[in-house]
């Protein structure tokens, strides 16, 4: 991941067309609020945030949804159950241009990344 400033994670945001702007910039702000010591970055050309030297939580935007990036293929199969009427593969979560992810819902996926990251230890 390269590390940026967080200018620069603002200038991602800034060339997106609204909703999508506010959309992900309250995802931002989410896990932000969810851990607060975590590094902004870009993890394959997508905003990402990092904790003790790994990426844990990514975000990005597409033409007709916005997609949360756990960075695991195993962290979204965990969570079935919780992803119920939301679409996208086994490593992207889909959701509307309009509507940011709850908060608990963001809380759960950096939570089961961050369990995954320990058990790998």
Do not use: W
């Amino acid at each position: 991941m390269r590390d940026v400033s967080a200018q620069e994670l603002d200038a991602y945001l800034a060339q997106l067309e609204e909703p999508k702007r506010t959309t992900l910039q309250q995802l931002r702000e989410t896990i932000r609020s969810i851990v607060p010591d975590a590094e902004e970055g870009i993890s394959y050309g997508c905003p990402a945030f990092r904790s003790n030297g790994k990426v844990i939580a990514g975000f990005a935007a597409f033409t007709n949804h916005l997609s949360y990036l756990p960075h695991s293929g195993s962290v979204l199969p965990r969570l079935k159950a919780d992803l119920k009427g939301y679409g996208g593969t086994k490593s992207a979560l889909h959701f509307p241009i309009d509507r940011p992810l709850p908060k608990p819902l963001v809380r759960k996926l950096i939570r089961a990344k961050l369990e995954e990251l320990k058990s790998r230890r």
